[in-house]
């Protein structure tokens, strides 16, 4: 059974300033995803990392991933307050079209 | 193109009381999930199905929980009777299926809260 765990699961920061939220998980995965959700609001995909090495980058934010490490990071750019949200990382419970385990979320606070 | 659609979005109820909610998949997603978010959590899978086949539903609690995804496209999450615990967002997510890499990617809906007293 995968295993997911993030941190910080709490993370305060001023605009303009870079953070790296990272993500661990407990088996050998071949995918990794990352979900922002606002405050009641549902999940929008962010990143799908799909292969060892894997590097994305959208805007301010840059996703990557390091299957033999079984670990993935977050990478914040001088961070705006635009990008306040918790931040989920997921990956296959047991490989396939499977359901996700999800982290507990890290909740970002980006103040001005 | 349309995104997932549930309904109701809230609902609130008396404990013991049964509750359903609904769920229509993104148009040709085969793969539809419900998942389960209590407050300050990550979304728990409770169901998945490959069109109409429920293919894990070994978290689903079968004693109260109930789903069924008649013709392989909505589907229903039933609850009966409800328990203060169950207070939670009920997400659904659809998926189009194993055959591509991209496939794999889940697109959620806006969930539904509810509340039960």
């Known amino acids: 059974e995968l295993k997911v765990e993030q941190n910080p699961l709490f993370l305060s920061m001023q605009e303009g300033k870079n953070y790296t939220i990272y993500c661990n998980y407990s088996?050998?995965?071949?995918?990794l995803y990352w979900y922002r959700q606002d405050p009641g609001k549902s999940l929008e995909s962010l990143f799908v990392?799909?292969?060892?090495?894997a590097v994305k980058q959208e805007g301010r934010l840059m996703a990557s991933l390091d299957t033999k490490a079984r670990l993935s990071t977050l990478h914040i750019t001088a961070a705006v307050h635009d990008l306040s949200a918790t931040y989920f990382c997921?990956?296959?419970?047991?490989?396939?079209?499977?359901?996700?385990?999800f982290g507990k979320g890290t909740h970002l606070i980006i103040q001005p | 193109e349309a995104g997932v659609v549930q309904s109701p979005r809230y609902k609130i109820i008396e404990k013991k009381q049964p509750v359903a909610f609904w769920c229509n998949p993104i148009?040709?997603?085969?793969?539809l999930y419900w998942y389960l978010q209590n407050l300050g959590q990550g979304p728990e899978l409770l169901i998945r199905?490959?069109?109409?086949?429920?293919?894990?539903d070994s978290q689903l609690p079968k004693d109260r929980f109930s789903a069924e995804r008649l013709k392989g496209v909505d589907s229903t999450l039933k609850i009966q009777p409800a328990e203060l615990g169950d207070s939670a967002v009920y997400l659904c997510?659809?998926?189009?299926?194993?055959?591509?890499?991209?496939?794999?990617?889940?697109?959620f809906g806006p969930g539904t809260r509810l509340t039960v007293t």
């Open positions: 997510a659809s998926s189009p299926g194993q055959g591509n890499r991209q496939g794999y990617e889940q697109y």
């Open positions: 088996t050998t995965s071949d995918r």
């Open positions: 990392l799909l292969s060892n090495g």
């Open positions: 997921a990956g296959p419970s047991g490989g396939g079209a499977d359901g996700l385990t």
């Open positions: 148009s040709g997603h085969n793969t």
């Open positions: 199905y490959e069109n109409e086949e429920a293919v894990d």
